[in-house]
């Protein structure tokens, strides 16, 4: 694949998503190769993976499509949050696809949280783009998640822009 | 009731803390007074205000005093169960994003460093 063609593909996954689908896009100064490393190199993914004080284990990253993908959190109050996964398409400085739908090997799996997410990453001036398409189950899926009790969950996500971003400013 | 005129970014950064949306999960359930409320979370008092504070200026729930007890209920106008949903799913990712923004930039400009002394 190109560098062209996976721009075709970005457009594309972009003008296909949903209403419901996430589409999260940044510019950097970075080159792609460093946005690659940041991602491809587990040791690296659990530095920004979770926010602080929360910590990242990576329990499983086979970088091939088919290749098992599952991250681990822990909170500083014992809350914990597993995610086992797949990656699906991997193509080296562009274009990485994973899903919580499947484990390693491809095996079918009824995550928590259903996703697939399409991260491309392309040249932009003199820098790069990177794109996130984060798509969810359906409207239905949604509403059984939730008479499963799917909000008590809630408390073991993780997310917390304030801290790492005022860290860093 | 408050007249608010909340960002979309507020609301995304209100339920982007753990905590936070343990809260608002909780109060799904039905109104709860603050001390009920934080009776399941490891934490001082003021630190648990402090993040009722930031939910409650989001517009996602509202607090009422009676004699000495307060009580807090989410606000239902604010986001539909779906929509909260979806917000907590792109504060999830709107943030890792961020988080990995800057780790890339700063790796970059580390390997940068690390290049022109080995060019000296």
């Not at chain 1, 530095?47 to 499509?65: I, N």
């Not at chain 2, 905590?19 to 799904?28: M, P, Y």
């Not at chain 2, 409320?37 to 939910?55: G, N, Q």
Request: net charge neutral; proline share 5%.
């Amino acid at each position: 694949m190109t560098a062209n063609d996976v721009n075709k593909a970005a457009n594309k996954a972009t003008d296909n998503a949903k209403p419901d689908d996430l589409v999260i896009s940044r510019g950097l100064r970075a080159p792609r190769s460093a946005l690659w490393r940041a991602w491809s190199e587990p040791e690296l993914l659990k530095q920004w993976w979770c926010p602080k004080p929360w910590t990242t284990e990576v329990r499983a990253f086979d970088l091939r499509a088919g290749g098992a993908f599952h991250t681990f959190m822990q909170g500083p109050d014992g809350g914990v949050s597993d995610n086992p996964g797949c990656f699906l398409e991997v193509v080296p400085q562009s274009r990485l696809v994973f899903t919580s739908m499947l484990t390693g090997g491809w095996r079918p799996a009824t995550p928590w949280l259903g996703f697939t997410a399409i991260v491309t990453m392309t040249d932009e001036g003199a820098g790069s783009r990177y794109i996130a398409t984060v798509m969810h189950p359906d409207e239905a899926t949604r509403k059984r998640h939730e008479q499963m009790g799917f909000f008590e969950g809630w408390d073991t996500v993780i997310t917390q822009l304030d801290d790492f971003a005022s860290a860093l400013r | 009731m408050a007249n608010y005129t909340v960002t979309v970014s507020e609301v995304f950064q209100a339920l982007a803390d753990p905590t936070r949306c343990a809260i608002v999960s909780a109060l799904v359930g039905g109104a709860q007074t603050v001390s009920r409320l934080a009776e399941p979370f490891d934490m001082a008092l003021p630190s648990f205000l402090k993040h009722l504070t930031i939910l409650e200026r989001s517009g996602l729930i509202r607090t009422s005093k009676l004699g000495r007890t307060r009580t807090c209920e989410l606000v239902p106008a604010r986001l539909s169960q779906a929509e909260q949903w979806i917000a907590e799913q792109r504060a999830v990712w709107e943030s890792r994003s961020d988080r990995m923004v800057d780790f890339v930039e700063r790796l970059h400009q580390e390997e940068q460093i690390h290049d022109s002394k080995r060019r000296k």
